[in-house]
């Protein structure tokens, strides 16, 4: 049976190779890779050991990129919807010894992101109505952040997205408190089916940084607000990064490459800088 791929960009070769072949449409091309090589074991080590005393040495958010980089250009359909996707993954490196995340670690990190997405809405409020809007994910392994809305209306979300990852914010006791609750309410309850739970448990016992719930409740009882306004900076701001991203739709390959460059402009914020914004916040705990 005939499948019409007139409303696809497909290169007419590919599309005769096989009948299914129009249908994966344009496939993603590689825009940009930095000639750099990956940082060494022992530079990797240095990085992560960095700590907030250590602004001179010249790592902290400023090192996101110090690693290759891969960005990712995938074209639109024939149609004319002038919306685009961009889609920016951080991965953080880690040595072959280093120690899997601890419950608090991750605990930490869960209930900070959970208060930035809260505090991150009314700061795009203004880019949301003009059709933008952003994900954000934190998590042990790194952070991914996707945009999506038009052309025009994507680099100011974008700009200011970055700009409150590296300003951080202090978390409050008030914040703190429902957040925990929330938190421990849901890992208290069972409203699901038990082959979720069991399912639950399985991935408890073989993914890294995955927790039973009486060990992530053990580790709640122990985040404190100074704990949770620093999780973002303990464990992921000094870490060298690698930076992989996506941008697909109806946009041309110079608008992908300055959309990425906002973010990575925004991103490569100057140790100096992210660590005396930090200081600010943890002073006033």
């Not at 072949?21 to 240095?46: C, H, I, M």
């Not at 946009?251 to 930090?278: G, H, Q, Y």
Request: aromatic residues 8%; glycine residues 4%.
């Amino acid at each position: 049976q005939h499948v019409p791929t007139e409303h696809m960009r497909v290169p007419k070769e590919r599309a005769s190779r096989r009948p299914d072949a129009g249908l994966t449409g344009p496939w993603p091309r590689l825009l940009k890779t930095s000639p750099e090589a990956l940082p060494e074991k022992a530079a990797v080590s240095r990085l992560r050991g960095l700590s907030r005393a250590e602004p001179e040495a010249g790592f902290g958010l400023s090192s996101l990129l110090a690693s290759a980089e891969r960005v990712w250009y995938r074209q639109g359909w024939v149609s004319t919807s002038p919306k685009v996707q961009v889609r920016v993954a951080y991965r953080k490196l880690m040595t072959r010894d280093e120690w899997e995340p601890s419950a608090l670690d991750v605990i930490r990190l869960h209930l900070y992101a959970t208060l930035f997405k809260k505090k991150l809405g009314p700061k795009v409020f203004d880019q949301s109505v003009a059709g933008a809007s952003c994900t954000i994910q934190f998590s042990t392994d790194g952070m991914v952040v996707g945009f999506e809305g038009y052309q025009l209306s994507l680099p100011a979300l974008m700009d200011q997205v970055a700009h409150q990852v590296n300003l951080g914010f202090k978390v409050t006791e008030v914040e703190l408190v429902r957040a925990s609750k929330e938190f421990s309410d849901s890992l208290s309850s069972f409203p699901e089916m038990p082959v979720t739970y069991a399912v639950q448990d399985q991935v408890a016992l073989l993914v890294t940084g995955s927790f039973s719930r009486e060990e992530s409740l053990a580790a709640l009882r122990k985040v404190d607000v100074r704990s949770a306004s620093s999780a973002w900076m303990d464990q992921l701001a000094a870490a060298p990064f690698q930076l992989n991203a996506l941008v697909m739709g109806n946009s041309d390959e110079d608008w992908a490459e300055k959309a990425i460059s906002i973010v990575r402009r925004a991103m490569r914020t100057t140790s100096r800088n992210r660590t005396r914004l930090a200081a600010e916040v943890l002073s006033t705990l």
